[in-house]
């Protein structure tokens, strides 16, 4: 009677994981040399590769992948899901449709490194008492960028809720909404705890009602605390907001976006305040769309309103990209011909001017690359792109 063989083990039987990429390495030249009972070569290409990676290392490629890839991976399998969750670093509600409260959860849940959150306008998320118990379920401590720009029912007892659970050190991009529920509470806090912020925002795009209950002065002060800020989007500041920074020599070399929607001032010789921002010598980049004297649009072609602008242009040297709004005129046109010598891109939101003027400008200034105007007179858009195209609507 013939002795039974002992089988011998199956190609993908369980095998403990390797502990190093050495070990790794000695398996898969293993398996390429072995030879299936029948003589014939194994197939490579049915190797399972994956159940020989330790899943830490998973998880670090995993890191490295878009969103959307990330979406596809944890349908492949159980093990693929829970680490996809598991590598989660960013959440964006942004613009995003309703979401269960359950699914919801979950996701939260399953976050364990988050560095960035991006509330929006979510049905859910709008609700006051989920929000109050959302940073429950979250962990913030590795969190450096926080967006509520879109979340307009955002109050003080959310927001230092949120604060209170962060690293202070960590964050370093905040964006919160003009329009909302928040008060100077919240701003002073942001001023007292905050220091290693990159880019500030408060701001609202699309509506037009003002929060009274921010002070400027407490604005100004946590843009005077944070050297290391690079962008800062203001929805609405005045004189006040412009003499804090004055009194407090701002100096801010890194700051290379200063967007303002609108300025607002008491009276004309106020303009003046705006020499504050004479030390920002390496921004690239300043929006100042409005600015309102006793809450009227004034045009400002003024000889001491010009000299305050004449002398900001001749600070800012690296301006590439400006922005201006209804104040512009003709003569303003020229002061920054002469003085902005790198101007790339110009867009300009004003009825004082002609497209004949805009033509003029457009060509005058030899590093001009695109222009975009807003005019209140028979071409109501004008745009000239690269010199090539003249585009009229």
């Given at each position: 009677m013939k002795k039974k063989e002992k089988k011998k083990p199956r190609i993908n039987a369980k095998r403990p994981l390797p502990s190093s990429s050495s070990e790794i390495e000695s398996h898969i030249q293993k398996f390429k040399s072995q030879k299936?009972?029948?003589?014939?070569?194994?197939?490579?290409?049915?190797?399972?590769?994956f159940s020989f990676i330790p899943e830490h290392l998973i998880k670090v490629i995993f890191n490295?992948?878009?969103?959307?890839?990330?979406?596809?991976?944890?349908?492949?399998?159980?093990?693929?899901?829970?680490?996809?969750?598991?590598?989660?670093?960013?959440l964006d509600f942004k613009n995003k449709s309703d979401i269960p409260l359950t699914v919801l959860q979950s996701i939260i849940k399953h976050c364990l490194k988050l560095k960035e959150i991006?509330?929006?306008?979510?049905?859910?998320?709008?609700?006051?008492?989920?929000?109050?118990?959302?940073?429950?379920?979250?962990?913030?401590?590795?969190?450096?960028?926080?967006?509520?720009?879109?979340?307009?029912?955002?109050?003080?007892?959310?927001?230092?809720?949120?604060?209170k659970k962060l690293d202070f050190n960590r964050l370093i991009e905040l964006y919160l909404p003009y329009s909302c529920k928040i008060t100077n509470d919240s701003l002073s806090f942001i001023q007292d705890n905050f220091r290693n912020l990159n880019i500030f925002q408060l701001d609202s795009k699309y509506s037009k009602d003002a929060n009274k209950?921010?002070?400027?002065?407490?604005?100004?002060?946590?843009?005077?605390?944070?050297?290391s800020l690079t962008s800062v989007k203001l929805k609405v500041v005045n004189h006040q907001f412009l003499r804090c920074l004055n009194e407090n020599s701002f100096k801010s070399d890194k700051l290379l976006v200063l967007?303002?929607?609108?300025?607002?001032?008491?009276?004309?010789?106020?303009?003046?305040?705006?020499?504050?921002l004479n030390s920002?010598?390496?921004?690239?980049?300043?929006?100042?769309?409005?600015?309102?004297?006793?809450?009227?649009?004034?045009?400002?072609?003024?000889?001491?309103?010009?000299?305050?602008?004449?002398?900001?242009f001749k600070s800012l040297v690296n301006l590439t990209v400006l922005k201006l709004g209804h104040f512009t005129t003709p003569i303003l046109l020229d002061v920054i011909r002469d003085h902005v010598k790198k101007i790339e891109y110009f867009k300009v939101v004003s009825e004082h001017l002609e497209i004949e003027e805009i033509q003029n400008f457009f060509f005058e200034c030899t590093t001009l690359v695109k222009l975009k105007g807003n005019l209140g007179s028979e071409y109501s858009l004008v745009t000239f792109h690269k010199r090539k195209i003249f585009l009229f609507y």
């Open positions: 299936l009972t029948n003589g014939k070569s194994s197939k490579i290409e049915t190797f399972d590769y490295f992948l878009p969103q959307s890839s990330l979406q596809n991976l944890k349908m492949i399998s159980k093990e693929f899901y829970n680490i996809v969750f598991q590598t989660y670093t960013t991006k509330f929006g306008q979510m049905k859910n998320l709008t609700s006051v008492d989920f929000m109050q118990n959302i940073f429950d379920l979250l962990d913030l401590n590795e969190i450096r960028v926080f967006d509520f720009s879109l979340y307009s029912e955002l109050n003080d007892e959310i927001l230092l809720k949120c604060f209950d921010l002070n400027q002065e407490t604005i100004a002060k946590i843009i005077n605390k944070n050297d967007n303002i929607r609108i300025l607002e001032l008491k009276e004309f010789k106020d303009i003046k305040a705006i020499s504050a920002c010598v390496n921004l690239n980049t300043l929006a100042l769309m409005e600015i309102f004297v006793k809450n009227k649009i004034i045009a400002y072609d003024q000889d001491d309103i010009l000299e305050e602008f004449e002398k900001l």
